[in-house]
């Protein structure tokens, strides 16, 4: 069946980094677009970037431009989020989700940056 499992989360201090893998199987990865999301506690989930299949063009939320990086390993059904510089404001919990034909979503992993 389709899994999307997120894993690197954890508490860091601000100014720290991260770095998010979401391991997928149970689809054809290569062929879907993949974006890691978070939501905050009390708000809503927001998009924090993208990348198409192929992996040649990428798109960021305006707050995490310059400090998070996303990539894929299509060899290893793999996306990843590098995360720079954090601040206590990127503390939420992040998903990945898998779209093209059908969305497919994570379980999410816990970020907490302590300022």
């Known amino acids: 069946q389709v899994q999307l499992v997120e894993s690197g989360g954890g508490l860091v201090q601000s100014g720290g980094s991260l770095r998010l893998s979401c391991a997928a199987s149970?689809?054809?990865?290569?062929?879907?677009?993949m974006s890691w999301y978070r939501q905050a506690p009390g708000k809503e989930r927001e998009l924090v970037a993208t990348?198409?299949?192929?992996?040649?063009?990428?798109n960021y939320a305006d707050s995490v431009k310059g400090r998070f990086t996303i990539s894929r390993d299509n060899a290893k059904s793999t996306v990843y989020l590098q995360m720079n510089s954090l601040k206590p404001e990127d503390t939420a919990v992040y998903y990945c989700?898998?779209?093209?034909?059908?969305?497919?979503w994570g379980q999410g992993t816990q970020v907490t940056v302590s300022s």
């Open positions: 989700k898998a779209a093209r034909i059908s969305i497919y």
């Open positions: 149970g689809f054809a990865f290569s062929m879907y677009d």
């Open positions: 990348i198409i299949s192929t992996g040649t063009n990428t």
